[in-house]
């Protein structure tokens, strides 16, 4: 589905989240009309994709001591966004 070098991915999952949790808008800036459901729109996402993804990011929520009541609603939002990704897969 990525590159085997995943390091742009992260960078622009990191800028995306940003900007769409209230930081800086870089992401948005840099990519004008787009959003995350039309990027990964030709992709084939599984419901077991998107449950990888949702455990990776509970992961990386773990890994970065995020306050539990924040991790709790980023893991809710996340699993939203995993399952829209999945159902337009199908």
Do not use: Y
Not at 62 to 89: K, P
């Amino acid at each position: 589905m990525h590159a085997e070098d995943l390091r742009p991915m992260r960078d622009s999952l990191a800028g995306f989240l940003s900007g769409w949790m209230g930081g800086p808008r870089d992401w948005f800036v840099a990519n004008p009309g787009k959003c995350m459901m039309s990027l990964h729109g030709e992709l084939p996402i599984s419901k077991a994709t998107a449950d990888q993804w949702l455990l990776a990011m509970k992961a990386a929520l773990r890994a970065a001591h995020v306050d539990s009541e924040l991790a709790e609603m980023l893991n809710d939002a996340f699993g939203r966004m995993a399952g829209a990704m999945a159902r337009m897969a199908v």
